[in-house]
């Protein structure tokens, strides 16, 4: 009689679980890989606007203009890589991919340049503290744009 080891994990007999195993370890792997790539994009944003605004004395929106744009491309060629996996290399889908990215980016720009006004111009916060409490939201706003509206389809399985 062969011997089980009662440590290894049974498969799922049924297929709706085996493929819901499959989407939740998926899912670990893709929002590990979000948070490792968001932190790398959020050292550019803050080094390059940081520097731009403390060092070269550059006002708050012109700097983090600046920075963003570094950021967004950084994060979308690591976004469809290895976060979503969209592997496709066909130049309408890339192309979709991008325009839809940098436009679900404007919006969290426009955001962000909306509340660094508020809280540094007109309530004279600190502008470091402002982008640690913005970021946060922005963070989790990007995310469920890139899931649910960029990085859709042609994702490696």
Not at 17 to 34: C, F, P, V
Not at 64 to 82: G, M, R, S, Y
Not at 96 to 122: G, I, K, W
Request: aromatic share 14%; with cysteine; hydrophobic share 50%.
């Amino acid at each position: 009689m062969e011997e089980k080891d009662i440590n290894q994990k049974k498969k799922p007999d049924d297929p709706a679980e085996q493929e819901t195993g499959k989407r939740k370890s998926g899912l670990a792997r893709e929002g590990i890989a979000y948070l490792i790539f968001g932190v790398l994009t959020t050292v550019i944003d803050y080094a390059i606007s940081n520097l731009l605004y403390y060092i070269w004395k550059m006002d708050p929106v012109p700097a983090q203009t600046i920075a963003w744009v570094a950021a967004v491309l950084f994060a979308f060629v690591t976004n469809k890589w290895w976060v979503f996996e969209s592997h496709t290399l066909n130049p309408g889908k890339v192309w979709r991919e991008f325009v839809s990215f940098v436009l679900c980016r404007v919006a969290t720009f426009l955001f962000n340049l909306a509340a660094l006004f508020v809280m540094v111009d007109l309530m004279k916060m600190e502008f470091f503290l402002c982008k640690l409490l913005i970021s946060v939201v922005v963070v989790i706003l990007n995310y469920v744009f890139s899931k649910i509206l960029i990085f859709t389809n042609d994702k490696k399985k």
